[in-house]
């Protein structure tokens, strides 16, 4: 059976980096050994029944930690001490094996619980990791643990998720992932939903997958800022969309295009090197979304209080004409002016007016940018 996809607790970005202060020796070993053996005793006699708490609360006391000082030796220390010592907190798997031997002795699967106990002896290692590692630890030790957790795992019952109606689904993947109305290609972070992702349940069965990855697709504005300086990031635009699945792509109908003066503080470097780049990129990313219905256009605020210089102005209006030209005639335009910017920015002037009369509509608030505002996540 497989671990439970749900994460329990939150670990750090850093935390394959994170030192070891307490280093694991051989006394160590020693007595992870004993509590090990001793574990696997109070497993094997008497056999523990279903959904009995208490008996497992007894095992735990029974296989407690001994004082570190106390002086042990058991044959074969050294050896173990070289088989555990890659594991990260190995004094912690008989702890982990006992709360996931609780999970499915009360007919649940396991669950994979990724946090740090303490911060300068490194990561708690999950039971999945520990479970790899199961077979060579009983040789050592003879033991039988991984064929006793295995044989109570099977009479656990899996949860029949997918029998649920589409509804109840849609409301655990909204739990798992909230999502806002719209997704930002790299150029203002602050727009991207803050909410730890759980991605963990796409990866439970193909169904899953697709589900959740409409859920989390579909319906969403695509956003982009588009600037004087845009030949330097409108590659990295593409190259996003291009690593996504086609259908994935073919789940976006509406993008927003923000026009502003420059965007270089809102990039960080590609990471996508090894896909191919197009000298017109612009293009290409529009072809990359095939169901692409509505391309909403908007301005960026310069934070220019008065009317700002010809160069922006006339920029900005260059910008503006060129995607006029290059969106597909299949494509709606929603022009979109936000009313705190300058007044030489708006469409009434001219020669912007000139293009918004070419083609398009005046949607005044469809901006992701103006809606953000009016509801203070910026």
Excluded at 222 to 234: I, N, S
Aim: aromatic residues 10%; charged residues 25%.
């Amino acid at each position: 059976m497989a671990p439970s996809p749900f994460r329990s607790s939150y670990s750090p970005h850093h935390h394959s980096r994170m030192a070891h202060e307490g280093r694991f020796s051989v006394t160590d070993a020693v007595h992870l050994k004993l509590r090990l053996q001793a574990l696997d005793n109070a497993l094997s006699s008497p056999p523990l029944k279903p959904q009995s708490r208490g008996d497992v609360d007894k095992i735990a006391r029974a296989c407690e930690a001994r004082p570190r000082h106390e002086a042990v030796y058991v044959d074969g220390s050294e050896e173990f001490y070289l088989l555990v010592k890659p594991i990260s907190r190995p004094d912690l798997i008989p702890d982990v094996y006992i709360e996931a031997y609780r999970a499915v002795l009360q007919g649940r699967p396991y669950l994979n619980e990724y946090k740090v106990s303490d911060s300068k002896q490194g990561v708690d290692p999950t039971f999945s990791k520990i479970r790899s590692w199961l077979p060579s630890i009983d040789a050592l030790c003879e033991t039988d643990l991984g064929a006793s957790f295995s044989s109570l795992e099977d009479q656990v019952k899996p949860f029949p998720f997918l029998q649920l109606p589409a509804e109840l689904r849609l409301h655990v993947y909204s739990h798992l992932l909230p999502r806002k109305p719209y997704i930002s290609l790299p150029s203002l972070p602050q727009l991207n939903d803050r909410a730890p992702l759980r991605l963990d349940i796409m990866r439970a069965s193909n169904q899953l997958h697709n589900e959740v990855a409409k859920y989390w697709y579909e319906k969403r504005t695509l956003f982009m800022v588009v600037a004087r300086d845009v030949p330097k990031y409108m590659s990295q635009y593409d190259k996003t969309l291009a690593r996504m699945p086609p259908q994935t792509r073919q789940l976006f109908n509406k993008i927003e295009i923000q026009v502003g003066y420059d965007a270089t503080h809102s990039f960080a470097p590609s990471r996508y090197t090894e896909i191919r780049s197009f000298s017109d990129c612009m293009r290409h990313i529009l072809a990359l979304i095939p169901n692409l219905d509505v391309a909403v256009i908007s301005f960026q605020d310069t934070g220019y209080t008065l009317a700002p210089t010809f160069h922006i102005t006339k920029g900005t209006t260059e910008i503006a004409q060129w995607l006029v030209k290059i969106i597909p005639r299949s494509v709606q335009i929603h022009w979109d002016v936000i009313p705190s910017i300058p007044s030489s920015h708006r469409v009434e002037d001219q020669p912007m007016w000139q293009a918004v009369q070419s083609r398009g509509l005046i949607k005044t608030g469809e901006s992701v940018f103006t809606r953000v505002k009016c509801v203070g996540d910026v």
